[in-house]
């Protein structure tokens, strides 16, 4: 890993520096822990690509663990869906485990904190437990069976355990601080009554262990060595390790290794939603077909819209690691689909609004069939044979009877190529009653050499197919719909996210199968749907040629009679950045020049703003350069160094440029 060119990320960096203070490599493992209560969606990919990332980098497992302790929300379909997605992005977990596996455990270790005095039974209502227990800013007070005897602690819960009690009558409670500031430890629940079904232990139990007091047991029995998690489990991490150092004194000889947790900011994308019971409420209502329609953002969804593992794999390392939530841009992921699919789709023709072409000096009964080349980014794609005929279908909007200059598709006595074939030149129309065209003649020339600034793609009717074809857009119309205190999310579901068009398509498409994946030349880039048959063709479209949401974004308006707005200021982080990136291409005078500007400009510079930048490319040293003297104001301000700061000046000190390694020794 030390000799990888890229520049490493905060997690690595945590990992590099437990290697050299003393960590075996051998013992470093990882684990995807999710809840299978629902299918995964994009978001959940980033945490895949880091933790399975990890493991092929340092050659290290990583497990496959559901964190299966609801059985009112989890069912196998979830487990079935959740190991297929996983599989389908390309990573192969080391051991497939549960939760639940580990229940017996759990429960001896919940008895020996109730030994210890660090479990007791509460039998309050829900009600009267979170009055007690505060707020943020006041502390809680301790309720009534707080300090009951062990003795009666160890009956009431082995009688939970029996089966003896209602739901909500009894819980285990952690005794810890019921005062603590961070409110996750005011003698948090670890056990509820829950008399359901559980997808694998069946009736065996009717109490079932919480989330924190099990996940990171979870973690200590496999002996994980870094459980990473989304930035929501920050404020958890104070627990995480007050459980396992607890449980560390009853197995220590066994499992000698404390996992350390460390968190990441989790993926949001614009447009979208990522809460699993959202997602849910969008199934179960009828908004979509199910957990896999196209225009769902889970991972079995966008894979029958037709995106590809690499892709998502791609998008996910644009994206990068960081430590700051952030909302990335649906569109970068629809960037990398298209130039994913521009190495690797055939193109073919289709032609989904059509309008009938007759070349009428073209012989009635002739048919020509044309070389017509697969993939012009692939030389090893081949070619196909189109058929040609009389009679074609072109797009409706490829024609206009009038039209100006900067129209280069067909127009009454313009001229235009056919993809693979002849020029044309449309010579009047025919329409029906209501002044709708429904036939444009034409005729063509055997001078293919001419040149003409247009070329349409067309099918030949006579060959072509019949093919439903499924246009999604966007599922939502706001960028953020489940940021509105005042409107629920789903008021802002988008009515026309799905048409549902018949086209014509080209015969070469007749034995196509499920999942295949095509450029529709000019069109866009679909694949063939899992509802397709050969006796009738189904296709989604996965994502446009370009991205038609830039256009629709609106534009600030203009008031010619109002005095023009002054500019509001760039971020001080974004002119340093600007400054850094001519640093070095500077003489000397105006490098002191920018650098007495970066060090004013620091002033206003958070560490938050800094610390991303610490993972800037190498060969980008007036970048570094400029983030070192940065550092330099926030360390003089007050900043404290840490694991990043170190990691960052040390890999600096290594490099070859001289200002940089000044820059850095500085410091």
């Known amino acids: 890993m030390s000799e990888e060119t890229k520049s490493l990320n905060f997690i690595e960096h945590i990992i590099e520096e437990d290697l050299a203070n003393g960590l075996p490599k051998d013992k470093l493992r990882f684990r995807f822990p999710p809840e299978p209560n629902g299918y995964l969606h994009i978001g959940h990919t980033k945490a895949i690509g880091i933790s399975f990332g990890l493991g092929e980098a340092y050659n290290a497992p990583v ?14 379909e979830y487990v079935d869906a959740i190991k ?18 580990y229940f017996h455990t759990l429960y001896n270790w919940a008895i020996q904190l109730i030994k210890d005095g660090k479990a007791y039974v509460d039998s309050q209502s829900s009600q009267a437990m979170a009055e007690q227990k505060g707020t943020p800013t006041q502390p809680g007070v301790e309720g009534p069976y707080r300090n009951r005897s062990v003795e009666e602690n160890l009956d009431l819960f082995e009688r939970m355990k029996q089966g003896e009690f209602d739901e909500g009558s009894h819980i285990l409670r952690a005794k810890i601080d019921m005062q603590h500031p961070n409110m996750l430890m005011r003698d948090p629940i670890m056990y509820r009554v829950l008399k359901k079904h559980h997808h694998r232990t069946g009736n065996e139990w009717c109490i079932y262990p919480m989330y924190d007091w099990t996940h990171g047991e979870s973690d200590y029995i496999e002996q994980i060595s870094h459980s990473l998690c989304s930035l929501e489990f920050k404020p958890h991490r104070e627990l995480y390790d007050w459980f396992k150092e607890h449980v560390y004194g009853y197995a220590s000889d066994a499992l000698p290794m404390l996992p350390k947790q460390r968190e990441f900011a989790r993926l949001n994308l614009s447009y ?11 199934v179960e209502e009828g908004h979509v077909s199910g957990w896999d329609d196209p225009r769902m953002p889970t991972i079995s969804g966008l894979r029958r819209r037709g995106y590809t593992p690499n892709s998502i794999r791609q998008f996910i390392d644009k994206v990068g690691v960081a430590k700051r939530e952030n909302v990335i841009d649906v569109s970068l992921l629809e960037f990398c689909i298209r ?3 521009n190495q690797t789709a055939p193109r073919v023709m289709a032609v989904l609004d059509p309008v009938k072409l007759v070349i009428t000096n073209y012989p009635e009964d002739k048919e020509e069939w044309f070389d017509a080349e697969n993939n012009p980014e692939d030389e090893s794609a081949g070619s196909r044979k189109v058929p040609f005929s009389k009679e074609l279908f072109i797009e409706r909007e490829d024609f206009k009877e009038e039209a100006s200059n900067k129209f280069f598709r067909l127009k009454l006595g313009g001229e235009v190529r056919l993809k693979n074939a002849y020029i044309i030149k449309a010579e009047n129309v025919v ?18 050499e001419k040149k003409v600034k247009g070329t349409l793609h067309w099918v030949s009717i006579k060959h072509a197919l019949k093919a439903e074809v499924r246009e999604y857009d966007r599922l939502f119309v706001d960028e953020a719909p489940d940021s509105h205190q005042d409107k629920d999310f789903m008021a802002f579901i988008n009515p026309n996210s799905l048409k549902i068009i018949e086209a014509f398509v080209e015969p070469s498409l007749a034995n196509i199968k499920v999942g295949e994946r095509f450029q529709f030349q000019r069109l866009g880039y679909f694949n063939v749907d899992d509802d397709s048959k050969p006796e009738h063709l189904v296709f989604n479209k996965t994502v446009g040629l370009r991205d038609s949401w830039a256009k629709q974004k609106p534009k600030p308006q203009q008031n010619q009679n109002k005095p023009q707005q002054p500019q509001q200021k760039r971020p001080a982080i974004e002119v340093i950045k600007q400054l850094g990136k001519k640093y070095t291409n500077l003489p000397e005078a105006k490098q002191e020049k920018s650098k007495a500007e970066i060090l004013k400009l620091a002033e206003d510079v958070s560490y938050e703003d800094l610390q991303p930048l610490f993972n800037t490319a190498a060969k980008k040293v007036g970048t570094r350069i400029a983030v070192m003297i ?23 000190l290594e490099d070859k440029n001289e200002i940089l390694v000044a820059e850095a020794k500085a410091l």
């Not at 497990?63 to 069912?75: I, S, V």
């Not at 404290?640 to 600096?652: H, L, S, W």
């Open 339 to 341: 130039e994913d699919l």
């Open 630 to 652: 940065s550092l330099s104001v926030l360390l003089k301000n007050g900043q404290e160094r840490n694991e990043d700061i170190n990691a960052f000046v040390q890999k600096a």
């Open 272 to 282: 979208t939603i990522m809460s699993k019971r959202k997602l849910l409420k969008l």
């Open 63 to 76: 497990n496959l663990r559901f964190d299966d302790t609801n059985p009112a929300k989890e069912e196998q």
């Open 431 to 448: 329409k029906d009653a209501n002044g709708n065209i429904t036939e444009i003649h034409c005729t063509y020339s055997t001078d293919t």
């Open 84 to 101: 297929r997605d996983i599989k389908w992005l390309g990573y192969q977990w080391a051991n497939e485990l549960y939760s639940s596996d």
